[in-house]
């Protein structure tokens, strides 16, 4: 079983911003975030690449507004819904972001001691870099570049 979530501004016309914190110069917010999740299965290898294969109709959708606690426990659901309780295997598939990672969001479908977490390649290249950044340069340089990774930074050799 695979289990994958991610999230994404969504516009919004103002009423539905008011009040909202945002990352605009003035604190407003143009989108709210919508987190987004997938549980699907892949039981047989493609025959001549021998890589997996998504089972056919075998993806759900779930989607909300809601927190990460909230929405934690509604993809736990469908995932608990699907069979995750006779599952073999699960692959729990994520970028980056703190929500998704952070215990308190509950999207821990673990404690199955068979689950495998990953993340996507530029997600865990742009956490490795800013870990390096710090570790190598110093704060001083992650601050230098607006608090976040830049691919542009030159390391020390």
């Known amino acids: 079983m695979y289990v994958e979530v991610d999230a994404t501004g969504v516009p919004m016309v103002a009423d539905e911003l008011a009040g909202r914190k945002g990352k605009q110069e003035d ?19 493609d025959e001549e690449t021998g890589l997996p294969v998504r089972d ?15 929405f934690g426990g509604r ?17 729990f598939l994520g970028d980056g972001a703190a929500w998704i990672w952070d215990s308190r969001a509950s999207i821990s479908l673990w404690p199955f001691g068979s689950s495998i977490f990953t993340t996507r390649w530029r997600g865990f290249t742009n956490y490795a870099r800013g870990f390096i950044e710090i570790r190598v340069l110093g704060h001083r340089a992650w601050r230098s570049n607006g608090n976040r990774c830049s691919r542009t930074t030159k390391l020390p050799r």
Do not use: H, M, N, W
């Open 56 to 70: 056919p109709d075998s993806t759900t959708y779930v989607g909300s507004f809601e927190t990460a606690e909230e």
């Open 27 to 45: 604190g407003s917010s143009k989108t709210r975030e919508a987190k987004l999740g997938c549980v699907f299965t892949q039981t047989k290898p």
């Open 75 to 91: 993809i736990r659901l469908e995932a608990l819904r699907r069979g995750l309780g006779r599952a073999l295997k699960v692959v």
